[in-house]
């Protein structure tokens, strides 16, 4: 049996709408910045809006871009998980079960994440530093792979929930998570 949580289009809205709301912002500090309204010239705004407006849009762009995918952005499946909502989930591909030691649920920021504790990291590590970067990782700690439910439709409660489920389903044994 396989489980597939697809992308909640309503909530992706939304948070574009809050993203180009930011954006609309930095640009007015840019003009502002720059001497078009103040006549004043203030490098570092400029510098500091510029930036953040360059990558606020390639952001916009990159979501626009993931609405028009009908994928399911996370998969459970008897062989194990494949996540497409954060960037090394992506990365790492498919995660097996059996190299799965733990899963967790962290609250950073504003958003709650379901965590898999990876037990045997070096087939995971090497698909992010070859698709990612090395600076994605960090060498002294045990690799964490984080998923996140701000775009799917349920939250991280639920989708930790039906993950543990299922992999007590998988493996009796594994229910003591």
Aim: hydrophobic share 50%; proline share 3%; glycine share 6%.
């Amino acid at each position: 049996m396989v489980v597939e949580f697809y992308r909640n289009r309503k909530k992706s809205i939304n948070l574009l709408l809050i993203l180009s709301g930011i954006l609309v912002v930095l640009l007015l500090i840019l003009l502002y910045s720059s001497g078009l309204i103040s006549d004043i010239i203030i490098a570092k705004g400029v510098a500091f809006s510029s930036i953040g407006s360059l990558i606020l849009a390639i952001i916009i762009i990159k979501t626009l871009i993931s609405l028009k995918d009908k994928s399911p952005l996370i998969v459970l499946s008897p062989e194990g998980i494949t996540a497409k909502v954060t960037a090394v989930s992506k990365a790492a591909g498919l995660i097996f079960w059996k190299d799965i030691a733990d899963i967790q649920l962290h609250k950073v920021g504003g958003d709650t994440l379901v965590t898999l504790l990876i037990n045997n990291p070096e087939p995971y590590a090497a698909n992010i530093r070859k698709k990612l970067s090395a600076m994605a990782l960090d060498k002294d700690q045990d690799l964490q792979i984080y998923m996140t439910a701000s775009v799917l439709d349920i939250n991280a409660g639920e989708l930790f929930d039906q993950v543990i489920a299922y992999r007590a389903q998988l493996n009796p044994g594994a229910a003591s998570l």
